[in-house]
């Protein structure tokens, strides 16, 4: 039985290698989605389309088991204010105002925060092996980043932007915590479909002020293209596997995938938009995927079956003597 579990856990790891890809795609697809959309505009589109296939989803399995205006539902608004309307409000907005570097910079230190909360707040584990990993994880991050670049680590400067991505930080840590004791009552399919339902509906009302909805039918098949990989797979798949992480092997763990997507971004973006990659970039690679490793992965301890834990070694010295 435990050894099923152990299994159950090793294809969760495996699954979850697939959001930061997912995301990571999506880098590149959002950077060309803005020039023809807003971005509440895009972000609304996206996350309400992703809502309605997996409502379909939940509906055909007779999932839908939760009343939205119960008390108990309380988990699943907070998380739709925070990880899907606030997260997107914040990062969209300041990135108006500072630089991608600075941004993913200060969303590296995710896994960090979501690590904090989770073993303050919802008693997760702590190890010095998930500090060790946390550590070569974020200093994997920052060599990817910047690049090894000395200048560019100097030219660092701070603005508004950074206080309001520290609030789409905050956003997310928020999601992944209560995301954890919401999945303890509803399923990770029925979690992420109604946060995703109740959000869209908050960044469909947030878009009104953008006026942008009259270009919708005039932008391009490219564009139209990208929104379906972000619809289908940095949306609808990669939010189903996260909060199925954070339902089985708790919101620290899962969160050190998030240190994954700018590598994924980096090599997307060198095949695709012909970008170049240098060698601290790749050291920095190297010690996230290292980080990541030591995290998630356990040390294996034999366990013994009933029948040998019964049969103490003196009792089989005692039978073999007869």
Request: charged share 10%; proline share 2%; glycine share 8%.
């Amino acid at each position: 039985m435990k050894l099923n579990q152990e299994q159950n856990k090793g294809t969760y790891y495996f699954l979850l290698l697939l959001v930061p890809l997912f995301w990571g795609g999506a880098f590149g697809a959002t950077k060309h989605v803005i020039t023809e959309l807003t971005p509440m505009t895009a972000a609304t589109i996206r996350f309400g389309l992703a809502s309605f296939i997996l409502l379909a989803i939940t509906l055909s399995r007779s999932e839908w088991k939760i009343n939205i205006l119960n008390k108990s539902s309380i988990g699943i608004w907070l998380m739709s204010l925070t990880g899907i309307f606030g997260y997107n409000v914040f990062f969209f907005e300041s990135m108006k105002y500072t630089s991608a570097i600075n941004g993913s910079l200060i969303m590296a230190t995710t896994p960090v925060f979501v690590t904090f909360g989770a073993v303050f707040f919802l008693r997760e584990s702590w190890n010095m092996r998930i500090g060790i990993g946390l550590l070569l994880s974020l200093l994997g991050v920052f060599l990817v980043i910047v690049k090894g670049s000395m200048q560019t680590i100097l030219s660092l400067k701070f603005n508004i932007g950074d206080l309001l991505l520290l609030g789409a930080l905050v956003c997310w840590v928020i999601y992944g915590l209560i995301g954890k004791i919401v999945m303890k009552t509803y399923s990770p399919l029925l979690t992420t479909t109604a946060t995703m339902l109740i959000g869209s509906i908050f960044l469909a009302i947030g878009s009104l002020f953008e006026n942008d909805w009259g270009d919708v039918s005039r932008v391009s098949m490219q564009t139209w293209t990208e929104m379906a990989f972000m619809v289908l797979c940095s949306t609808v798949i990669a939010f189903f596997l996260w909060n199925q992480g954070v339902q089985k092997i708790g919101a620290s763990k899962t969160s050190m995938y998030m240190n994954l997507v700018p590598i994924n971004a980096t090599w997307i973006s060198l095949l695709l938009y012909d970008s170049s990659i240098t060698w601290p970039q790749i050291a920095g690679m190297v010690l996230v995927i290292m980080g990541v490793i030591f995290t998630t992965s356990t040390r294996k301890k034999m366990i013994s079956s009933p029948k040998q834990r019964k049969d103490s070694p003196s009792q089989m010295t005692e039978i073999n003597n007869k």
